[in-house]
């Protein structure tokens, strides 16, 4: 009970772990979630209340992992988007809906992609990336975003990775050339690039197929943050230049920069 007397959490136990349906109540009365658990871990049925009373999202779970068919919604009670959970992550194509519950679009959620533009394909590390942005004619962009880290300082990061595309036949398979023109676009950003650079002559150069092509591991400070800044070049063998950039701040990079590098190592030429 809540310390006014209100009912704040109702459910069975079993040698000491929650089992069966459990209840939980904010100060108001309302309710707040309603669970299932079995041996103490959450197993079946789940939601999730607004204090409003609305329906905050609707799931399931197994073994304590979020699973299933589940939907989420606003307090105003339009839903927001559904889709399927797997052993705690979102999994295959989500949908989405705007403030009046007319569906947007889709956000799909996989490993695999192929880039049909440059003939390339990629392996994410897991499914807290999603393809967040594609456009493009002549010219192509691909952006993957990674769900939201929180550092040390309490600043939400969004790590993101940048793929263009475009026609590079003028610059007659000379990735020196494409590289220095391209890296005219960060001047204003004072980009230190004496961290390290990497061609397929050294050791830790990431690509097995890909070999005209160039890794730079560089830095730059933005509003008193250090920025960990990687710059891929690359000349397919049908002339396609590639350029692939990778930001992230050095507070998180310590445990989340493997990832980075694990997008570029899956990266191989297809027919």
């Known amino acids: 009970y809540f310390a006014n007397g209100k009912l704040k959490h109702s459910g069975n136990y079993e040698k000491g772990k929650h089992i069966g349906e459990h209840l939980w ?24 209340y607004y204090p409003n009373g609305q329906l905050n999202d609707k799931t399931s779970f197994i073994n304590s992992l979020q699973s299933g068919w589940t939907e989420y919604y606003r307090e105003d009670g339009t839903k927001l988007s559904d889709g399927n959970f797997v052993e705690g992550t979102r999994r295959g194509e989500w949908k989405n809906y705007n403030e009046s519950g007319s569906f947007i679009g889709i956000t799909e959620y996989k490993l695999d992609y192929t880039i049909p533009e440059a003939k390339i394909a990629l392996h994410l590390p897991n499914y807290n990336w999603i393809l967040a942005d594609k456009s493009g004619t002549e010219s192509f962009q691909y952006i993957f975003k990674r769900d939201e880290i929180v550092d040390s300082t309490g600043m939400a990061i969004e790590p993101a990775i940048i793929l263009k595309i475009e026609d590079a036949k003028s610059y007659k398979q000379d990735l020196v050339i494409y590289s220095v023109q391209k890296r005219l676009a960060f001047t204003k950003k004072e980009i230190s690039i004496k961290d390290k650079i ?10 097995k197929s890909l070999k005209n092509a160039m890794l730079i591991k560089a830095s730059y400070t933005d509003k008193g943050y250090e920025h960990l800044f990687y710059m891929v070049y690359i000349i397919t063998k049908e002339d396609k230049g590639i350029q692939i950039y990778m930001d992230m701040t050095k507070t998180i990079a310590k445990e989340y920069e493997q990832e980075f590098v694990a997008v570029l190592q899956s990266m191989k030429e297809i027919k």
């Open 25 to 48: 109540y904010g100060e108001s009365g309302k309710l707040e979630a309603k669970e299932q658990y079995k041996d103490g871990k959450l197993d079946g049925p789940y939601e999730e």
């Open 198 to 207: 990497l061609t397929p002559t050294d050791k830790d150069f990431p690509f």
